[in-house]
């Protein structure tokens, strides 16, 4: 047995509780979060930046959230992103990692990462674990998570 496992099983510090995940979107020009403990890249997704009509918009709104989503391979990446979320969230926890930090990177952090960000946001709190959501290239005027 691991010093760590036995060092909360002494303290009888549960490792089978939700663990809190921080989900975080941002844009790969400001570089990566420092707090990251994982990071997607969500640059393969269309980019709505170049829609006229989508530019002025995040992803948070419902047009820019309906044109990523109707791109098959945002889709199914979401989909194998959850797979591995699945996974690796219950092995941190039994580990007992107290949180985790989960970044979404785009080219300026308002849209795809955004986008990818909340989908997994809703998903992870489905499962049961407690969810912050933060938007970092957002301003201060814009809704959050």
Excluded at 115 to 143: F, K, Y
Aim: glycine share 8%; proline share 5%; with cysteine.
């Amino acid at each position: 047995m691991d010093m760590r496992r036995l060092l909360l099983e002494r303290l009888n510090l549960a490792t089978d509780t939700a663990m809190p995940v921080h989900i975080i979107s941002f844009s790969y020009r400001y570089g990566l979060p420092d707090t990251a403990d994982q990071i997607f890249d969500m640059r393969f997704a269309k980019n709505p930046h170049w829609d006229d009509g989508l530019r002025a918009q995040t992803g948070l709104d419902k047009d820019v959230a309906a044109f990523i989503a109707a791109d098959p391979v945002a889709s199914d990446v979401l989909h194998h992103i959850k797979h591995i979320l699945s996974e690796t969230l219950v092995r941190m926890r039994h580990e007992g990692r107290p949180h985790i930090t989960i970044g979404f990177g785009c080219t300026g952090g308002r849209h795809r990462s955004v986008w990818g960000a909340r989908q997994i946001a809703d998903w992870v709190a489905e499962q049961g674990h407690p969810v912050e959501l933060t938007h970092r290239e957002l301003s201060a005027n814009q809704p959050k998570g």
